[in-house]
Nanobody
Framework: QVQLVESGGGLVQAGGSLRLSCKAPRMITSVFNDNSWAWYRQAPGKSRELVASMDRGGSTNYLDSVRGRFTISRDSSRKTVYLQMNSLIAEDTAVYYC????????????WGQGTQVTVSS
């Protein structure tokens, strides 16, 4: 079964940066390239929200509150999707999840286990 393995979370001071990684080591490269990818987050007591997404063509979208601070990218050779997070604020504290949407799927249908990001103010 294809797994998405996230890493890179941690504790950082406000204003700092983190880079999250989402690896899909068992995913066929062509499938990796055809997928749409996204990062979601869920803070305690709040609903999960879409933070950033990238379609198979490379077009990206961002949550308004992170636009200009976060960047989603992918490296096909490493079968890895990244979320570069700069100028972090306390409100960015959440568990971050990587998600993949296969061609033909109506929604994101593969999920990582989540990685905790905590921003201290």
């Amino acid at each position: 079964q294809v797994q998405l393995v996230e890493s890179g979370g941690g504790l950082v001071q406000a204003g700092g940066s983190l880079r999250l990684s989402c690896k899909a080591p068992r995913m066929i490269t062509s499938v990796f390239n055809d997928n749409s990818w996204a990062w979601y987050r869920q803070a305690p007591g709040k609903s999960r929200e879409l933070v950033a997404s990238m379609d198979r063509g490379g077009s990206t979208n961002y949550l308004d509150s992170v636009r200009g601070r976060f960047t989603i990218s992918r490296d096909s050779s490493r079968k890895t999707v990244y979320l570069q997070m700069n100028s972090l604020i306390a409100e960015d504290t959440a568990v971050y999840y990587c998600a993949a949407q296969q061609v033909g799927a109506s929604q994101y249908n593969r999920w990582g286990q989540g990685t905790q990001v905590t921003v201290s103010s």
